[in-house]
């Protein structure tokens, strides 16, 4: 038994308790489809053309509880029909194809959400087996890493977690583990994701160092405000140890870095707090990405009408600036003179308490 398995994440409202399945007729049919239903046989099935057009699982813009609900309640089962690896090349060198996508967890910043409706629970993918096929190929054809870059010293680094979270993922089907299992055997490439939550099921994997997990961390009051239904940062930091012992390489993100009054001094508790509950094994081998807030202007006003509080820290325009994306939305992110200010106040935090954890990426 491993010595995590008694702290699980005590919640209110379990993350998960399936009562609906949503699936794509052709996914159903699949093995992984057929594994997937078989763990809630009781769940009601519905037939749905196409996981991206389920209008009743978008959720209520404002009405949280009815996004928690449904994150709770409903699965959907689908088909990822575009394999593609997306050159990236700032955490990752490649965004893989997604196996899941959505969210049992709700934090208050997540630009998930914008993508898929409100509520937005998780969608499993069943082809599980192209998934891994269009992978293996993907990664013989990159042959060896020619230099090292931020991403990593040696191996292609693959994020597989850009549209979820893999250790809940990981909750509902073997796709993860699949993942992981495709990756222990690669010499010249490796799996990334970021999590916000400690999953013990992982520690059996295996990974033989191929698979990087990165806990995601802040200080704990502000995760209390905005990091909604995830797993305790003492729990992440406290995972760290096990999950280094059972072969995987483990980072960290300081993500999101949120400015407020104190920020850089609960920012160094946190830090202090982390270089003291982990081992020398862990810190040899830790490294740090650090991603500042960005918010965006439609997200705000959706929040506002279920989190104002959060709201009180997310959106500052005494802070912020807006930039434009691609996609047309307004997002906005801290003044750029400031931000670089913070940025160097913030890595030198790091390398003073931390000075074995270098930091790969910073943005
Ligand atoms: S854990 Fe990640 S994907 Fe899930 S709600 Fe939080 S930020 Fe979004």
Not at 68 to 77: D, G, M, N, S
Not at 118 to 147: C, M, V, W
Not at 312 to 325: A, Y
Request: charged share 25%; proline share 6%.
């Amino acid at each position: 038994m491993h010595g995590l398995a008694g702290r699980a994440t005590a919640q209110a409202v379990p993350l998960l308790d399936i009562k609906r399945i949503y699936l794509e007729p052709a996914a159903a049919e699949l093995a992984r489809g057929q594994e997937i239903l078989s763990q809630w046989p009781d769940a009601e099935h519905i037939e749905v053309a196409s996981h991206w057009n389920i209008p009743e699982l978008s959720g209520d813009e404002g009405n949280v509880g009815r996004w928690v609900r449904i994150k709770t309640e409903a699965l959907v089962l689908g088909i990822k029909k575009s394999l593609t690896a997306r050159p990236n090349g700032r955490s990752a060198d490649f965004i893989a194809p997604s196996t899941a996508n959505g969210c049992a967890m709700a934090c208050a910043y997540c630009y998930v959400p914008r993508r898929k409706g409100y509520s937005n629970p998780i969608t499993a993918f069943a082809n599980i087996d192209q998934i891994t096929g269009y992978l293996e190929r993907h990664i013989r054809r990159q042959g060896a890493k020619p230099a090292p870059n931020q991403c990593d010293s040696a191996a292609w680094v693959y994020d597989i977690g850009e549209n979820s979270d893999c250790s809940v993922d990981a909750l509902i089907s073997a796709n993860v583990a699949d993942l992981v299992r495709l990756f222990r055997d690669q010499p010249t490439a490796k799996a990334s994701f970021a999590t916000k939550y400690v999953n013990p099921d992982l520690l059996d994997l295996d990974p033989r160092g191929r698979t990087r997990i990165r806990f995601s961390l802040m200080p704990e009051r502000m995760a209390k405000l905005v990091d909604i239904r995830t797993s305790p940062i003492a729990h992440r930091i406290a995972a760290i140890d096990h999950f280094v012992e059972a072969g995987y390489e483990v980072q960290v993100n300081f993500s999101p870095v949120i400015v407020t009054d104190g920020w850089l001094q609960d920012w160094a508790e946190l830090l202090q707090q982390l270089d003291d509950g982990i081992h020398d094994m862990a810190k040899q081998q830790l490294a740090a990405e650090v991603i500042f807030l960005t918010h965006n202007e439609q997200l705000h006003e959706v929040n506002l009408g279920w989190h104002p509080r959060a709201e009180e820290v997310l959106w500052r325009p005494d802070l912020q600036e807006f930039k434009t994306s691609q996609n047309g939305q307004r997002n906005v992110r801290y003044r750029s003179f400031d931000k670089r200010r913070y940025q160097h106040q913030f890595e030198a935090l790091v390398y003073e308490t931390l000075p074995y954890c270098p930091i790969r990426y910073a943005f």
